[in-house]
């Protein structure tokens, strides 16, 4: 007799899991705090790794579907410098094993996949506790409850059901992104969209300070400005004055490439200030009966590229696990998790080694070191 799983989160990961829970004949409800799945745009390109996220939708019987979604060409990658000169220019040859989608395509083939209601939209968790004997309860925003035999947390960053097996909090790294995206790029912002290339572009300098830029489809330029600042820095910027806003965060590229500093300037969307908070590195947490984590609110890190991968192995790998000890819920989760310590250690050592490499005092060079296999 298989337990009935209980997700909290519809990202990637909770997704993924219930994805392939629903594969393997196991009942599981995705409980997610915003209202619809339309509700806040997905943005962003991810590269899906054959060596963890494209394993993951494997194992959700999605390899066929996913490949539908793939932008041709993405995986081409510029490194310029702060005066626009072309450092590095590695062209799409097909051989990068790292195909693109867009976030929100891949989100919702996850969602199209589970059957009708699997996913209760609008049910923002706002306490959990133990009952003993590995129960859960779960109390929602909405007033409602739900009782619980397997609790899995996908909540991401501020996980609320985290405190359930671990005190650990995101502690802020020092650097922000803030996100800005062009559209149309090419007919009405050529010089951008040409220095951006077809895929993605970096233009990092020493100090943690840089701009990166991603073609997304139809001709949207998304980009990430990298700041190094302490967080008071950035509370003294009103980011609910997007002109203001803007201008502040364009003055750190005084002197820099119009084609560069037009990625912030010319941005078609309010800027969205993205602090990088990060859990410990080898974060982990003894066995509570009933309950466990997947995704950013186990291994939150700094981005390097993998954080969605991972989330979607850890909920393959957990899915896996549960439906390969029937009825022996603890049996699972102590599997799944023995493997996950691992795992996200040995992936939170390479991101914070991967983010210094781009953001220290020899930047642009790091990067180009990691792009040419040299670092
Ligand atoms: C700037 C930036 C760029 C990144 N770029 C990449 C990249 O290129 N490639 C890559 O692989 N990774 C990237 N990442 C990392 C990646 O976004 C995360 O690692 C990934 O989204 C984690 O997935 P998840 O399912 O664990 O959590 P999330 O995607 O955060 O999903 C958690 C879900 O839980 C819901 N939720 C939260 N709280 C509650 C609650 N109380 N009740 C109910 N629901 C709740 C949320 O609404 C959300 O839908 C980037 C991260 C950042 C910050």
Redesign the pocket.
Known sequence: MQTPVTI???????LTLARVLHVHGIPATV????PSPTARTQG????IHDYN?QLALQAAGLMDAFRGLILEGREATRVLAWDGTVLLDQPDDGTGGRPEVLRGELRKLLIDSLPAGTVRWG????SVRALGDGRHEVTFANGTTVVTRLLVG???????VRPLLSNATPEYVGTS?I?TYLFDADTRHPASAKAVGGGAMAALVPGGKGIQAHRESGGTLHT?VALTQPKEWFAGIDFTDSATATARIAQEFTGWAPELTALITDGDTPPVL?P?NTLPIGHRWDRVPGVTL????AH?TR?N???????MYDGAELGKAIAAHPGDVEAALTAYEEALFIRSAEAAIEATRDFGLCFDDNAPHGLISLLTGNA
């Open positions: 909290i989160g519809a990202g990637l990961g909770g409980y997610e705090a915003e962003g390109m991810l590269d996220g049910h923002k968790v706002s996908a909540d991401g960053a501020w996980s609320r992104f996100e990430y993205r990088i997947l995704g950013d609110a939150l981005p590229g993998e954080g969605a991968n991972l989330a």
